[in-house]
């Protein structure tokens, strides 16, 4: 596309040149027709509106990040719970911090009979609106499975065959799932894919890892379980 006559003078298409940038026009080049210093120019000019046109771009792929991302945290944030579990003779406290602007992962209480409580800490791969999507799939089914069976291991397994159907190649959810017996205080976990819990004994002051070991949900399409 031209926007000047052949007979323009070169400092005239320069104007022109200038003047269709400054309006957000960055499809049209400026032909190099003089040699030196008026030559250099020219070619100076191109360069500068290339380097526009590609901040322009960087630019409108911010606001679409900025976009995703914020409708990334609203969703997220329907996720985590509002309150902490009330269990006599336990002090239930959280901390979530994300290392980026949004982070995959999440923590749930599950309320599954008066005896039991479901605890889960789940991080799902890929922090776009996808990703966001899927942990929310994740959660429900989760959540829905808990109360089908005592067994951490059978809920991963029935949640694992649920989700894989719909699940895209690319993305995987690690999970670490316990029950807690209120009555007797027992914990029985099983993990996919997920770090290891690290359980204080505070009469003993000393730390130990639990370290059940699984696949994350989507990567163990072989029939790999998660191990209780």
Known sequence: MKLW??????????????????????????????????????????????????????????????????????????LLPTSMPDLPGYEVATLYKPAKQLGGDYYDFIEIDPHHLGIAVADVAGKSVSGAMLMTITRNTLRQQAMLTLSPTEVLERTQRLLLPNMLQQFFVSIFYAILDKRTHRLTCANAGHPPLLWFHGAEQRCEWVRPRGIALGLSRNGNRPVA
Do not use: C, H, Y
């Not at 006559?5 to 026009?25: C, E, I, K, L």
């Not at 070619?43 to 679409?64: F, G, H, I, P, Y």
């Open 5 to 78: 006559r052949n007979t323009a003078s070169p400092v005239q298409r320069m104007v022109d040149f200038v003047d269709a940038a400054q309006q957000g026009n960055f499809s049209i080049s400026l032909p190099v027709t003089s040699d030196g210093e008026m030559g250099e120019l020219e070619r100076a000019l191109n360069r500068l509106v290339t380097e526009l046109r590609e901040n322009r771009d960087r630019w409108e792929e911010q606001k679409s990040i900025q976009k995703e991302l914020k409708i990334s945290r609203v969703i997220q944030s329907t």
